[in-house]
């Protein structure tokens, strides 16, 4: 069974240029994360989607951070305009509901 | 304010040891706490989890146990190798809401 895909898995931009990343999840999982992962700390939860729906994006920068969730599978977390401290690993995670979740290798975000 | 405590942030044994990563959290409503093991460039993966109505839980060489009155729980490595050596996250989470994260400890075995 294939895990969670993400792409790309490295992107390198100038500040203030837009930058996105999209996420597959493991089939059948209804719920996925996005997360932030800044260099020697743990994830941080930006949104989480219960199939299409947006249940918590509490942490989400609304000002420069959208995500979106098609028919409830791939998503799409777009930074418009990126900033110098948006350099982080951004990990996509899905799981069947409460259960266990499952990660993506990540995206490495590093803005210049 | 970070929701989960861990320590110590780096980690250092011999093949064979008996590494134990600590955490501990203040929110009482937590009812889901697991650990992750993450390998440079890949994402965290499951390694164990626990519910707090038991007091520890094994899974092959991976031990977590669980102090629900002093809100604190641990991870131990029996009979650690150097195929372990990653960093291991703590978590916990209500209801399979948000998860919050531990910042994590780098283990490191040495042959």
């Known amino acids: 069974e294939a895990g969670v895909v993400q792409s790309p898995r490295y992107k390198i931009i100038e500040k203030k240029q837009p930058v996105a990343f999209w996420c597959n999840p493991i089939s059948g999982h209804n719920t996925l994360y996005w997360y932030r992962q800044n260099l020697g700390q743990g994830p941080e939860l930006l949104i989480r989607y219960e199939n299409e729906e947006a249940v918590d994006d509490s942490q989400l920068p609304k000002d420069r951070f959208s995500a979106e969730r098609l028919k409830g599978v791939d998503s799409t977390l777009k930074i418009q305009p990126a900033e110098l401290g948006d350099s982080a690993v951004y990990l996509c995670?899905?799981?069947?509901?409460?259960?266990?979740?499952?990660f993506g290798p990540g995206t490495r975000l590093t803005v210049l | 304010q970070q929701q989960v405590k861990q320590s110590p942030q780096s980690l250092i044994v011999q093949k064979g040891g008996i590494p134990i990563i600590n955490c501990a959290y203040e929110?009482?409503?937590?009812?889901?706490f697991p650990w992750y093991q993450q390998f440079p460039g890949k994402g965290p993966a499951l390694l164990i989890a626990?519910?707090?109505?038991?007091s520890e839980k094994k899974e092959g060489r991976f031990t977590i146990s669980f102090n629900k009155s002093a809100k604190q729980f641990s991870l131990h490595i029996m009979d650690s190798q150097p195929g372990d050596s990653a960093t291991y996250f703590c978590a916990a989470s209500w209801g399979g809401n948000q998860f919050y994260f531990g910042t994590g400890t780098s283990l490191t075995v040495i042959p």
């Open positions: 626990i519910r707090p109505d038991v």
């Open positions: 929110n009482t409503a937590f009812d889901y």
């Open positions: 995670a899905s799981s069947f509901g409460e259960d266990t979740q499952y």
